[in-house]
């Protein structure tokens, strides 16, 4: 007979479970709402990222073209051309036209599609963007719209630009059509009303404005969501608000979730089937209760006899793992501990003293991490936070003679069995974690992982030192991630600016070429790269840099063709970093682009990151070399992969670095040393380039040794524009 107690308590336990489920449904139910609500957001916000990009290139070639008809005094069959070439260049521009208040046209070379009648209204509209608004093409069968922008030309004659925008291209490029996110779909509108893009064909072109009784037909949506729609795409002050809607379309529940687009006056709206989305989540939480209500009772007692095991414990080894070390952490800090000393050993690898070789089997690292627990009384506690690094908790701070003790050991040959005997090898590094009361992220282990590749001490070296504090690897880091997010800004607005220095003939003081100089634009300041350049070649971004300068430089040249009809003569720094096919291809693309005249330009091999792969290197630098383009050594003297360079590339010109030419008229080594390395060019028939040149006496020693030309400010400083 089962006795009552016993009935009791499984009744409670049901009870228990029962209602553990319920809540469990609920608090589940709301956090699937809330992460596919996050789900819908980071689809929405990355369509938006993508379709600003687009509108981004759109606006820019808009804006250019504007600034040409605006300043410059052309005549009706160059503007033609202009309006062709701006259209050509865009891939999603399909033509360019104006209009002049008169009703008269330049069409670009191609003819519009568009009611004249509609136009008129714009001449009488306020504003100055880029954009005043949309004008549907006349074509029926196409969904090409104009965007229509007020221009005024040097004879103060006013007109509209229409710019024709192919979305039909627009979202085949976007691939708008396979957003489906929970049965839901994207759409794209125009602040005019206009549908741009909709799952369903018969919206696409149709206005909210114009057609709500065929749009409410179609979709079935009610007053109060067609009018919260039409209010959402007017919000053009785009003040604070909550872009996640809910409205009834298609006789459904709907939610959608909007953004407006920064390039261009639209709103994109990514809408989910909120009826679908809850009743397939009735059905997925009915599927979880039951199996969980059997297994339950069955599962209990493991998981409470286990769960420190699995969660705070390395299953491998045995030692405790990443998580019990932040544990440790948060218990020091709940304590009010200021702070605590460790010792940190990374084993880059294991060798075996009976024949040297490398041990790669992770089985090595049982054994590696038995010995550590068995010198247990050299240390308060052992923890393993990545596969290779353990972290032993010292027991005093100030005793350099325990930590010598610990090491002896950990540096002893370890005994496996009686025939094999290892030899731990790696690095180490004393940290002291500080000011622990204070730390409100205890996400210490990558911080202190990342830090030890760069600033370590043999695994056999004593430090006399001391500790490294925490705090300062923390500011260390949040420095350098300040500059990478600086970096990351002064590309994506294009903040880079050419400067152009020039370089003189030293018999004649005439101007041969300029140096382009690049110059980071923050805060209306002009800062110099050097720390930008080395955080983007360390953090790979140096190649889309280069890519910046040369494109803006060749944008002068052409510039500057076309005003006089002079060729420019320019030299170009190039990273080892950016030597690839991609960089050759692009070089060669840009040139065409922009009629460049390869002899005229030098490109400037600089040694702050080295070529990775010499060879490689050197072909794709010879294929620039049969194009036409000159080779140059820049800094040359200040590292060996020069005069490795030099003896397997064919260069024209070698710039000797400045620190040789400043202050060599007064220096009597320092100009034996610029002798030496004027000989060694010479030797390579290379023309040669002194830098930091600031005054005639340098000149004179330079043209004694027989150096041809000159850089520096004694022939002008480096500027944004030059004469």
């Known amino acids: 007979m089962i006795k009552k107690r016993y009935v ?46 687009i509108f981004s290139s759109i606006c820019n070639s808009t804006k250019q073209t504007i600034e040409n008809l605006e300043q410059n005094d052309l005549s009706r069959s160059d503007i033609d051309e202009l309006l062709y070439t701006a259209s050509k260049d865009n891939y999603y521009i399909n033509n360019m036209y104006i209009v002049f208040e008169d009703g008269t046209t330049i069409n670009g070379f191609k003819e519009p599609y568009v009611d004249m009648k509609s136009i008129t209204p714009y001449f009488e509209r306020e504003g100055n963007g880029i954009c005043l608004g949309l004008i549907k093409s006349s074509k029926s069968d196409s969904n090409l719209f104009y965007g229509v922008t007020p221009i005024e030309f040097q004879n103060k004659k006013k007109a509209l630009l229409l710019v024709g925008i192919n979305y039909d291209l627009i979202n085949n490029i976007s691939r ?32 909210l404005f114009t057609d709500k009784k065929f749009i409410k037909d179609v979709t079935n949506m009610d007053d109060d969501s067609y009018n919260y729609l039409i209010k959402i795409i007017k919000n053009k002050n785009k003040e604070s608000r909550e872009n996640m809607i809910s409205y009834r379309a298609y006789n459904v529940e709907k939610i959608g979730y909007y953004n407006y687009l920064d390039s261009f006056d639209g709103t994109i709206m990514l809408s989910i089937n909120y009826t679908q989305l809850k009743h397939k989540q009735i059905k997925a939480t009915m599927r979880i209760i039951i199996p969980l209500l059997i297994s339950f009772l069955i599962a209990t007692y493991i998981l409470l006899k286990y769960i420190f095991l699995v969660k705070y414990t390395d299953y491998f080894t045995e030692v405790k793992n990443e998580l019990a070390f932040k544990k440790r952490i948060k218990k ?55 596969r290779v690094h353990y972290v032993f908790v010292l027991k005093d701070e100030n005793s350099l003679k325990q930590i010598e003790k610990l090491l002896h050991n950990i540096n002893k040959n370890i005994s496996i069995d009686n025939e094999t005997n290892l030899f731990i090898r790696g690095k180490q590094l004393l940290l002291t974690i500080d000011d622990i009361k204070e730390l409100e992220n ?61 370089i003189v003939e030293l018999k004649t003081e005439k101007i041969i070429k300029y140096e382009v100089l690049m110059r980071v634009k923050h805060n209306n300041e002009y800062l110099t790269p050097a720390k930008f350049i080395e955080i ?65 330009i030098t490109f400037e091999l600089t040694e702050t990151a080295a070529l990775n792969n010499l060879n490689e ?10 194009k036409g383009f000159k080779l140059a050594i820049d800094d040359f003297g200040t590292g060996y992969a020069h005069v490795e360079l030099l003896s397997k590339l064919e260069v024209d010109y070698i710039k000797i670095d400045g620190a040789f030419i400043k202050g060599v008229e007064n220096d009597g080594k320092l100009l034996k040393t610029l002798n030496a390395l004027v000989y060694i060019s010479k030797n390579y028939d290379a023309k040669i380039i002194a830098e930091y040149v600031e005054n005639k006496e340098v000149i004179k020693v330079l043209e004694k040794l027989g150096v041809e030309y000159g850089q520096g400010y004694y022939f002008g400083k480096p500027e944004p524009i030059f004469t």
């Open 617 to 626: 290197c050197i072909w794709y630098l010879n294929k620039l070399r049969d």
């Open 8 to 53: 009791v308590a499984f009744v409670l336990l049901f009870l228990v479970v029962t209602t553990s489920s319920f809540i469990t449904y609920k608090k589940n139910y709301s956090l699937y709402l809330n992460e596919t609500k996050r789900t819908v957001k980071n689809v929405s916000n990355s369509v938006t990222y993508m379709y600003d990009s």
């Open 536 to 600: 983007a070649e360390s953090e790979d971004r140096i190649e889309e840099i280069d890519r910046l300068v040369m494109r803006q430089a060749f944008q002068t040249y052409y510039r500057r063709l076309h005003k006089t009809g002079k060729h420019m003569r320019l030299s170009i720094n190039l990273s080892g970093k950016s030597i690839n096919q991609n960089m050759i291809d692009y070089i060669l693309k840009i040139i065409y682009k922009y009629n460049i005249d390869p002899s005229n």
């Open 332 to 386: 020091l800090h709940k304590q009010g501990k200021d702070n605590e000393n460790y010792l940190i050993i990374k084993v880059e690898n294991v060798t075996s003293n009976k024949d040297e070789e490398f041990l790669y089997d992770n089985s090595i690292y049982y054994y590696v991490s038995k010995y550590f627990k068995s010198i247990s009384s050299l240390y308060i506690d052992l923890y393993r936070i990545s």
């Open 442 to 502: 205890f996400e210490v282990v990558p911080q202190i992982i990342q830090y030890m590749e760069k600033n370590y001490e043999d695994l056999k070296i004593i430090s006399d030192t001391g500790f490294t504090k925490y705090s300062n690897i923390l500011n260390k880091s949040s420095c350098r991630l300040k500059d990478i997010l600086l970096l990351e800004r002064v590309i994506v607005n294009q903040n880079i600016v050419p400067f152009y220095q020039p």
């Open 176 to 207: 708008a059509d396979s957003y489906e996110v929970y049965e839901g779909y994207l759409y794209l509108l125009s602040n005019d009303g206009y549908f741009l893009y909709h799952k369903d064909p018969l919206l696409i072109g149709k206005n």
